[in-house]
């Protein structure tokens, strides 16, 4: 039996990159929340400012969080434009577009996170249930699962957070993905594996202005 595939490592961020991006996408949602148009979240900012990093593009994730309370999370798993771009429009879309919540109000932010998670690429896992279920780690690995135009994903802080096996975790993305529970188990669904790595910011980081 082949090894089971290790996924790769997403991108790791300077510490000055991390309040870069977090400051855009702070920037981005209280501008959307106070009726601004626009969603870049880096106006006025040069060039030179935006590290090599910050122009990569890498599947990206944006959870927004009050206290422990989920209020918004949408995402790209692979990467479409450059995080600089992509993090400001996700954090507004995750506020305005998440069907399952509300808007987010601009009263609410001084009490809310913003989560930035960062995708490594995607693996596909091998068909073998026996296999799937050993070498999956659900603590580690986030589950993108595919199947026509359906699909579903989970960042693996959920998995953390709620305690999922593996196979709690492949039923679980089967249905976020609008398949039965045993839908991983279909011959035609793709499962594939990913790391992350998430680091958050204050959604707002004075009482009353703009971070």
Do not use: N
Request: glycine letters at 12%; proline letters at 9%.
């Amino acid at each position: 039996m082949p090894a089971f595939p290790t996924p790769p490592e997403p991108p790791s961020l300077s510490e000055a990159d991390q309040r870069f991006l977090g400051t855009l996408a702070a920037r981005a949602l209280e501008g959307h929340c106070q009726g601004q148009e626009s969603v870049e979240g880096h106006e006025g900012q040069a060039p030179g400012d935006i590290s090599e990093r910050l122009a990569l593009e890498v599947g990206v994730f944006v959870t927004l969080l009050c206290g422990r309370d989920l209020r918004g999370c949408l995402g790209c798993a692979e990467g479409q434009e450059p995080l600089h771009e992509s993090v400001p429009r996700l954090t507004v879309a995750s506020a305005s577009r998440d069907t399952r919540f509300r808007p987010v109000r601009l009263e609410e932010l001084p009490g809310m996170r913003i989560e930035i998670t960062l995708l490594g690429a995607l693996t596909r896992l091998p068909a073998v249930e026996a296999q799937l279920l050993e070498g999956l780690d659900p603590r580690l690995h986030g589950i993108h699962i595919r199947k026509g135009r359906r699909s579903g994903l989970y960042l693996p802080q959920v998995a953390r957070r709620l305690g999922w096996g593996a196979r709690e975790l492949l039923g679980e993305v089967s249905v976020k993905a609008g398949l039965t529970e045993s839908g991983w188990r279909d011959p035609a669904a793709e499962i594939f594996a990913f790391r992350a790595r998430s680091f958050g910011v204050p959604a707002q980081s004075s009482p009353g202005g703009a971070p």
